[in-house]
């Protein structure tokens, strides 16, 4: 009996929750969809590109419940670039009527109904590279809603082989039009192809629709999924830092003052005004003397930002520490209770964090393994292409372990998250190739199977003096002491070992004051891990877990020791070695996309000066 | 040849980037650890307990490659009990001089060398719940340095089956000592056992190293992957949403304003200052009196702080809106332009991100399917035990999806959380049952196997008013158009239904301007999924698609329509239906650990008027 009845198909939903077949379970597959072919599906999506085909006659009524009737390739037809619609279907129009098509009368009223037409939308949902072919016929709905790009529907059909195999080897023939959210055209800032990168900035919350940033979008996704699991396999914990903070381990950057006393015409008293603790006059003057030369030095150089702001900074430090240690000798009525802030939401200065190292060791020195992902702040004044003002950081660190652990663990990190992109994202990644850089793919694969080239900074020092003799002569010779620029550093990865490089143990005046002094009294144990075409990616260290050394080292820093109490008390109780790093997020995924601004690889970037959404 | 040579055991490393065996490596097995005896290992990690044992006489001196003396069980013996070590000890060595012990004559001499002893000492690093024993002769180390609690210690030794198995059937004896950091006992704030809480919070960075604390990390860190692995499942995309913002979707909260200015002494302009679009004053004075009767409402229930401090912020901003509306009528001379905030970094004015969900939506209406992880604030001026002014919340977009669609997610979101803590941390999740809440497996074992009930806030009013004339006379009377407080909520899933409850389709009145409006014109497509004994966790909702109706709404809101224009241009430009929630990530953490403080479950907590680290 059941036989007997037409057999009813209920279109299939493979989407858990939504209404609809993702596109990459249809086009992820190895045939291309072929296997679907036949089944009634609904699908979503946005219209990346479109053509119109206009019939010569008139479809015959078609009965009720029968399919929609099939093209006729072979029937003289006009294609319509769908940029130019609103214009071109009416200039058509025109055309139609004054028989300049063929030179055939046509038998269709020119004005109403419309011509009968086929709509050839390519659809994309963010699911996968790849775009499906929807075919929409003009009386199930009118084209001109359905052209544009960006114009977003849902529809029920079927799927169908296509007649000639190019790009696509199926298609979707609609039968039901269950949404359309049309485009205003003329006011749609990607209604034009091919647009720049830096157009589209102005536009974060349009660009995901762009199949570039889509494919960054789904690299990213795949890289912080990559970050988690190689943690968890390797039984890190992970543990969320706070945004909110008092203290930061780096000291060579502005930060971002979070209040909720703005607006309220208070003065908000800045840390600057907290008294360093048993410092002379002297050291801190002969120290601006030695920071103000090293500042003239990289002046000099115009070849690294970064290092000069980092510079500058330092020296503004050390020049505001000298002004308060005379104004100290003047007056040393200040108590402590003066800097707890009246009517603030927290009773201290607080900031946006730099770096979640600080906190991050604290849990080390009790789990053992432990990593963070999170967004870390700099209010650095700079417009750069590698630097945003909020970027996402993991950051690792490891009790019982040294310098050369965590330089392992980075290397291993750094395969594995290369190795998970071209496992993950193949057909993102051969998109990248082909659209913005030809040699990532490769870049990747050579990184997995290389071996990472250790280099002393005294050693990288000697190579680059070597190298700046014979050729690249923009970069300046250096002698020890010498601040590396990311341009060094990058020339070492890129000319010279042709392969990612770590650079470790580097002057102590060049880090924070948590890194371990080595022996040598000079050098701290630092590293640096730089890929050819993508710079530094992770900077590390081993942390200084004897009490002693870290006062010394707070004191020659100048840095307020009742700041940082709580955190000397981890090397009071129990202290143990421990070392870690931080891997720049956004710069990682700038490497694996071939891209040159960061700023195209985070969602929503803030960056100097810019206004945002 | 090979087999006449002596083995040479060389110490066993299990992990990657220490020098040292996860203890979980050994005590997480079956066997405890039986499978490894014999081996020679290293270990480190913080001393959690320990005991010395004092034997009457001195062992004879150990050959240099032999192990060190078994402690003989039965010779006579003082335990020491490690929180008062040095008084004891010199008492004992009082005592043992004036022969008190035993009758026994002492050959050993009293001062120097010190008493031959064995220290056993538990040790944990984080990676299990279990500790394990070591075993140190005093002539490897003094025991006065290892006994104290927080002593870190790193060793190498062979693991032995234990003579009595009790809670230990392995430890290890020690033959080398690699690393002790020591602790200045009456300074270490966790030398006493079993500290409260409260006390605890005092120093975040170190009750990681206190059982219940390593719990809830490794719940959290267990919980965080579950997240990413629950989405990257289902085909979700994960997108870094920015914590600088210029909007948000809520406008219920107080916000942290961030700024470089501060301590500039410039004043920082309020976004109270932006004109509000098209109302009229007595459209909002009508307000002000509606809101001012919610809020004394509220106040008379004295139920529910959330709810007020809400309805409290919504009146103060209408009040706000009214003074300019008035100020606006005298004088229309303000521009944009004066919005333009100098010498800030940003050229608008900031604040901390309160919802990613505005920019999360725009990423769905582009890829479908999206989630985000990341902290989120608001400076509300409340002590509580349910808030803390920076939480991680995660949030979820679906493109093409419903209510019903966002439900069905959140419903299987939780379950699949509640399955992943109970297959990943069973041992915490015991240890939480015997310390915390002894209901905890079993809550939630039950979330997993029931299905939750799903109640219109409708249904929820007449049932809430039936439960009220009945027994629960401390829950007011409510009637369409209240907010539903958290008591009310958790008084639906704890008492009612005794299971989890979704309640949808609120007053419009109670819910953001973008929660999609249903076709009664009064209720919006909002949800909450609450938890017997973990109050409201999830909240939802299908957002407004219709350009039309969602102005409409901002208006009668009295919302900036300037500072959502770019939100605007998503439903302008290809709009479609789409829904998500918003998990409130530590909220699920205290839920799963039983705690009741959500600064017990939050790494370093930032809440009102507390002083951080």
Known sequence: ???????????????????????????????????????????????????????????????????????NK???????????????????????????????????????????????????????????????????????????????????????????????VVRLEVEKILHVGKVEQEKYPLSQKKLPMDFLRKFSYFRPRTTTVASVTRIRSALTFANHTFFQNNSFLYVQLPTITTTDSEGFSEKFHVTTLAGKGKRVESTEDKEPDGLSLETVKAAITEKSNLVKELERSESNREALVAAVQDLKKTNELALQLEAREKSKSKSRKDKVIPGNFLPQETYLTVSGQLHLETYACALGNVYSCGPRFRADKIESAKHAAEMWMVEVEIAFAELKDAMNCADDLVKFLSKWVLEHCMDDMKFVQKRIDKTSIHRLESIISCSFEKVSYTAAIEILEKATDQKSQHLKKLKFGAALTADHLSYLADTIFKKPVIVYNYPKETKPFNVRLNDDGKTVAAFDVVLPKGGVVISGSQKEERLDVLMTRMKEMGLPREQYEWYLEIQRHGTVKHSGFSLAFDRFVLFTTGLTDIKDVIPFPRSFGKVIN
């Open 1 to 71: 009996m059941a036989a007997q009845q037409p057999t009813v198909f209920s279109p299939i939903t493979f989407s858990k929750y939504s209404n609809r077949v993702l596109l990459k379970t249809l086009l992820d597959t190895t045939d291309g969809g072929l296997s679907f072919v036949g089944q009634k599906l609904v699908v979503g999506g946005w219209v990346k590109s479109s053509k119109e085909v206009i019939r010569d006659a008139p479809p015959a009524p078609a009965p009720a419940d029968s399919l929609p009737p099939k093209l």
């Open 74 to 168: 072979d029937v003289s037809c006009i294609e319509i670039i769908q940029s130019r619609i609103p214009i071109v279907r009416s200039l058509l129009k025109m055309l139609y009527g004054n028989n300049l098509h063929g030179g055939e009368k046509l038998d269709t009223p020119v004005h109403k109904p419309p011509l009968p037409s086929t709509a050839f939308l390519a659809i994309n949902d963010g699911s996968c590279v790849a775009s499906l072919q929807v075919v929409v016929e003009s009386s199930l709905h009118h084209p001109t809603h359905l052209l544009p790009t960006g114009t977003c529907i849902l529809v029920e059909g079927v799927l169908k082989q296509v007649p000639v195999p190019g790009k696509h």
